[in-house]
Structure formats: C-alpha cells, structure tokens
C-alpha cells in the first residue's frame, strides 16, 4: 500500500513559481505510476501530469505544457510537480496520486490519493 503527503502549496502571483512535493511511504512506490491532479472551485478534477514508475515516460495537460514539469526521486519517495509562469487559472487544490499501471490521464485507475495542497495565484 502507498500513502501520500502533498506539500509546497501557497499563494503566489501570477507569473511566479512553486514546486510542489508529493511524499509516498510505503515499498511499491518505485513501481508505482504517479500522477497530479487539480480541482478548481465549480470545475471538475483535470488531469494535470504524470510520471512512469521509471522516469522515463510523462505526460501533461495542455493547459500546462511548456510551463510545468514533473519528476521523481525513487530514493526519496518523492515526486514534485515544478510548476512556473503560473496564472490565476492554475488556482485550484491539487493532488497527487499513484497507480500500479500507465493510465496517465484515467483518475478512476489510480488507487491512493494525498490530501491535496491549495495553489493560489493572484493577478
């Protein structure tokens, strides 16, 4: 079983940056497919990005090609999400989850969820 701690979460204006941590405990982690996820007051959870168990293969929302990045220190158990150039649109709480297989995009195939961390971002 994995269980997952966001952190790194803050308010920040628009153009600006954070990176946010997602902690795992538990031994499958280095083999589990992470993912990050937001929710938006009024909006639906969206997919935001994913990791392979590996590194080797992510993905991203549209909305936040070219501006996020995700990866992961399997040493660590941890993955991060880097976000920059953020706008008032990223505001949302956002999420990390694992998965034992690569569905990046699919939220209902990931088992373990963290408690989420509020991004703000002001004009």
């Known amino acids: 079983q994995v269980q997952l701690v966001e952190s790194g979460g803050g308010k920040v204006q628009a153009g600006g940056s954070l990176t946010l941590s997602c902690a795992a405990s538990?031994?499958?982690?280095?083999?589990?497919?992470m993912g990050w996820f937001r929710q938006a007051p009024g909006k639906d959870r969206e997919f935001v990005a994913a990791?392979?168990?590996?590194?080797?293969?992510?993905a991203y929302s549209d909305s936040v090609k070219g501006r996020f990045t995700i990866y992961r220190d399997n040493a660590k158990n941890t993955v991060y999400l880097q976000m920059h150039s953020l706008k008032p649109e990223d505001t949302a709480v956002y999420y990390c989850?694992?998965?034992?297989?690569?569905?990046?995009?699919?939220?209902?195939?990931?088992?373990?969820w963290g408690q989420g961390t509020q991004v703000t971002v002001s004009s």
């Open positions: 989850a694992a998965s034992t297989d690569w569905v990046p995009t699919g939220q209902y195939e990931y088992r373990y």
């Open positions: 538990g031994r499958t982690f280095s083999r589990d497919a």
């Open positions: 990791i392979s168990w590996s590194g080797g293969s992510t």
